[in-house]
């Protein structure tokens, strides 16, 4: 079992940045990699980026490339995303999940848990 919180989300006018957190507990964090989702209104889920148990590779979708950076820190059992030069269509609920088969998912249903979300808002 793998229980994920989310925190730093927030109001930030276009242009500015945001990091978000993604605190888990329960297994061993540093066994399993670690994705970033977003959900806007309306819209289906999507894949924002990913950071394999090393936090050696990182992979992103083209929306963000270049804006967003992916990290973990195993000893603090957290996951973070920075967001700089924020749009107001990256405007979303943000969510980090957990994938314990260790593959480079680009899927919802390749992450097995998930944490609660927390909103971004860009203005413009």
């Known amino acids: 079992q793998v229980q994920l919180v989310e925190s730093g989300g927030g109001l930030v006018q276009a242009g500015g940045s945001l990091r978000l957190s993604c605190a888990a507990s329960g297994r061993t964090f540093s066994s399993y990699d670690m994705g970033w989702f977003r959900q806007a209104p309306g819209k289906e889920r999507e894949f924002v980026a990913h950071?394999?148990?090393?936090?050696?590779?990182?992979y992103y979708a083209d929306s963000v490339k270049g804006r967003f950076t992916i990290s973990r820190d195993n000893a603090k059992n957290t996951v973070y995303l920075q967001m700089n030069s924020l749009k107001p269509e990256d405007t979303a609920v943000y969510y980090c999940?957990?994938?314990?088969?260790?593959?480079?998912?680009?899927?919802?249903?390749?992450?097995?848990?998930w944490g609660q979300g927390t909103q971004v808002t860009v203005s413009s």
């Open positions: 999940a957990a994938d314990l088969n260790l593959r480079v998912g680009y899927r919802v249903d390749e992450y097995q848990y």
């Open positions: 950071i394999t148990w090393s936090g050696g590779n990182t």
